[in-house]
Every structure is written in C-alpha cells, then in structure tokens.
C-alpha cells in the first residue's frame, strides 16, 4: 500500500468523521458467475480532475461496474447519491460496493447505536445499488489497544446486522499490518477472521497488499473457505524507488510476480468470490487510463 493511499484514506476517514458491509442470501449467487469491475482508486487523478468524462472512458473501454473510493459529506466524487447513481445508470455502469472508513466514532455508547454519520453512509450505499459497504482502513491505536479492538469487532457485526436490513453486508478490505500486527499469538489478520460473523461480516481479500508480508493468498483461500465474496485483483512488483512498506508497488495484470491466475481460479473454486475488483495504484510511467485498459483485456483474456 502506498504512502498517499495511507494519506487519502486517513484523510477521508477524518472528513467522513466530522460530518456528525450481505445477508445469507447473497452467499447463494453462484460463484461462476464473476463480475470483473474497478477500483476507482486506480484513476483517482483522472476522477478528480474530470469525473463524468473519465467514468465514460471506463465505460467506453467495457467496464460495467466500478467501486468508489470518494464519499465524503453524503456526495460520490462530488455527486449527491441521487445525482451519482444517475451518472451511472446513465452509463451502464453499476457500483456493488464502496470503500468508507468506518471509525471507532462512528459508535455512540451513549445511545448503543451508530451516529447518524454512520447511518447516512449505508443508507447512501443502499439507494446506490450496493451490495457492500467495505471499511478499507483500521486505525494504529485500534491495532494495538486489546479491548479497543475487541469493541470493534463488535462494531464491525452490528454494522452487519444494520447493513442486513438493507440487504447488503458489512465488508473490510486488508492491507499489509494485518500479517505483521499480532493479538496475543495469533495474526491480527486471523483475529479479525475468528472474531467476525461470516454470515454478517464479507472479507475483501486484496492479494497485492499482502504480497512482502503474506505472500500465499491462496492458502488463506484455503485456511478460510467461502469468506472472500469479493477480491481485489493486482499485480506487484519490486519498486525501483519505494523502500517503505513492503517495498513492492502494483503493475499492469501479468506483468509482476504475482500468480494471479491461480488465485484467481482458487477464489472462484473454494473462496466464494464473486467480485473481482481490478485496482492498480502504482504505473511505471504509463498513463492510469491506459493502465486499467490493459487490466480489464487481460482478465478477458483469462476468461473473467
């Protein structure tokens, strides 16, 4: 995960934070039926600067569903939920799910319920079409603070449970510290999967975060069969500048070290994964655009 990944996500969480994700049923979709979508993190420069026009040209290149990255104030990119899903719909384009930080603060302990902040977020979600409200971040302090963390698991079931009634799941997407993080003696990664309900709580398995950590997603898709509903799809190589971190950054599918196929074939055997989300946030010189072109032809040409 790159630095400035780090900073937008934090900073999103912040913003997000001063404005105050599926049931069982979902589980039956059959996992051959895979829907290839993207991250619109990969383009986020594009999407800042001119959104409709960059949504256009995923659209144009054969992308039919996308995951956002961008809520901040009850607006997509800028867009009430209302207006965005018209800008999708419009183009054929639909979102399953979306990346919003959920914090500690999103929980009242004085009311036992979540802020309206948190509400408004999978109320949004809902009327956008989604299928998933995936939190992509856990803060340092939650990480190393024993009962911090245990609350938060709990937190992270009864956003399940809320997300439920608006027939959508509750979702958190990996990064890296969870393979280096311990509880105790166990990985924070398997804590988070011993301590939340599967039957409320979708792990988003990100196979190029773990990469310089853990390096074998597809033996996490066999420790923990059928919870990975939706994965994000990458490929990693070496960094020739970044030192931070793992010390690998993403590339174009089938350029890196990666063996992206065989995990993707696992996932659709034994994971459950029915959504595989391209995301590439790193380029070696070559335009994002042109980027994720090439991502979406090579799934393709794997067959997804």
Known sequence: MTSSRRTFLKNSAVAVAATALMPKNLF???????RVGLQLYSVRDAMSKDPLPTLKKLADMGYTQVEHANYIDRKFYGWSAKDFKKVLDDLGLQMPSGHTVMLPSHWDPATNDFTDAWKATVEDAAYMGQKFVISPWMDEKV????DLLKRTMDQF???GELCQKYNMKFGYHNHDFEFTTMVGDIRLFDYIM???DPDKVSQQLDIGNMYGR???AISLLQKYPGRFVS???KDEIKS???TEGTGYESTILGKGVLPVKETLKVAKNIGGTVYLIIEQESYQGIDPLECVKID????KKWGY
């Open 28 to 34: 039956a979709e059959p996992a051959k039926m895979q």
């Open 143 to 146: 990480r190393h603070d024993t």
């Open 157 to 159: 079931n009864k956003s």
């Open 194 to 196: 011993q301590n939340t």
């Open 214 to 216: 853990e390096n074998n």
């Open 231 to 233: 994965m994000h799809v």
């Open 240 to 242: 020739a500048t970044k």
């Open 296 to 299: 979406l032809q090579t799934m």
